[in-house]
C-alpha cells in the first residue's frame, strides 16, 4: 500500500505521531504488516553529504523504539525489535532484539506478535 509522499507502509503498521520519516527520498521508506515506529524515531533514506539514496526496509510485525535511528539503505527483518536510542548501522536479520550505538543484536530466536510485541 503506498501512502503519503509514495511511502510504501502497510495499512496495519502504526505510524507514533512524533516518528520522523525520510521526505527527502520517500519513495525509499517500506514499512511491513504490523510494525509499529514508536515517537521520536528517525527513519533516513538519504545522506546528503555523500548523495547517496537507498531504500530502507522495516519487515513486519516489528517494533522500533523511541528515538531509534535507522540510516539509510537499511533492511530489518520480520519480528525484530529495536530498542529506545539505538542507531542502527547494519541489516538486521529477522527475529532479533537489537541495542545500543551502533545497535547490536543482543537475542536471536524471538517471535513478536502485532506491532512488535514479544511472544517468545
Wanted: hydrophobic share 40%.
Amino acid at each position: 500500500m503506498t501512502c503519503a509522499f509514495g511511502m510504501t507502509i502497510d495499512k496495519t503498521a502504526r505510524i507514533s505521531f512524533g516518528a520522523k520519516l525520510d521526505k527527502t527520498h520517500p519513495k525509499g521508506i517500506y514499512i511491513g504488516a504490523e510494525s509499529y515506529v514508536a515517537s521520536g524515531a528517525l527513519i533516513f533514506t538519504h545522506d546528503y553529504c555523500r548523495s547517496f539514496y537507498a531504500d530502507t526496509i522495516i519487515g513486519k510485525n516489528c517494533f522500533i523504539g523511541a528515538n531509534a535511528t535507522i540510516l539509510p539503505g537499511i533492511k530489518i527483518g520480520d519480528h525484530v525489535v529495536v530498542g529506545s536510542g539505538a542507531v542502527v548501522t547494519k541489516d538486521i536479520p529477522s527475529n532479533s532484539i537489537v541495542v545500543g550505538n551502533p545497535a547490536r543484536i543482543i537475542c536471536d530466536n524471538v517471535v513478536t506478535g502485532m506491532f512488535g510485541k514479544i511472544v517468545k
